[in-house]
């Protein structure tokens, strides 16, 4: 079975059976250290509890991707968020398929992150690990804890791809 999923333009509505977008668009900001900073709280929901995780920070140094991409695997990580925001100014892509056993080829979705914004999964959404649009870091946000919190799925008959632009 040939499948092509063409991104599209992430909105929090569109992306919130996924996750939630990061981005101080339509936050009210909260003016903190004199009036020289502003807070945006509550950006997304952490979750990295279950099972007595907790939540750390990384850096992960992505490479830039060429496409139409194969996908030939999708993740999940079923006991924690996974949040990532880019630390340059630059698109991103995610590609996604909702909790389950496997992913369902038919739910497959796949976004334009814009600049100045990140995401963050729900615990045990399918996804392909991180697909940037250049060379950069990204800061991490995950569980680490005792369990199995990584799950691959290597698709056998499916043919994926995906297309950007």
Not at 77 to 91: D, I, R, W
Not at 92 to 97: E, P, T
Not at 121 to 140: A, C, D, E, Q, R
């Amino acid at each position: 079975m040939k499948i092509i999923i063409k991104a599209k333009k992430i909105t929090r509505k569109n992306f919130q059976k996924f996750g939630d977008l990061i981005s101080v668009k339509k936050i009210k900001p909260i003016n903190i250290n004199n009036g020289y900073a502003k807070r945006f709280d509550n950006l997304c929901k952490i979750n990295t509890s279950s099972k007595k995780g907790k939540a750390i920070m990384s850096i992960f140094s992505a490479k830039k991707r060429k496409f139409p991409m194969n996908i030939k695997m999708m993740e999940k990580h079923p006991l924690g968020s996974q949040a990532f925001v880019p630390m340059n100014e630059t698109t991103f892509l995610v590609f996604v398929a909702p909790k389950g056993k496997r992913p369902n080829t038919k739910k497959i979705e796949s976004f334009i992150v814009p600049k100045e914004t990140g995401i963050n999964y729900k615990p045990g959404i399918w996804h392909f690990p991180l697909i940037s649009t250049k060379n950069m870091n990204f800061l991490v946000i995950d569980r680490k804890g005792i369990g199995n919190n990584l799950v691959i799925h290597n698709f056998k008959n499916e043919k994926i791809s995906l297309k950007y632009k």
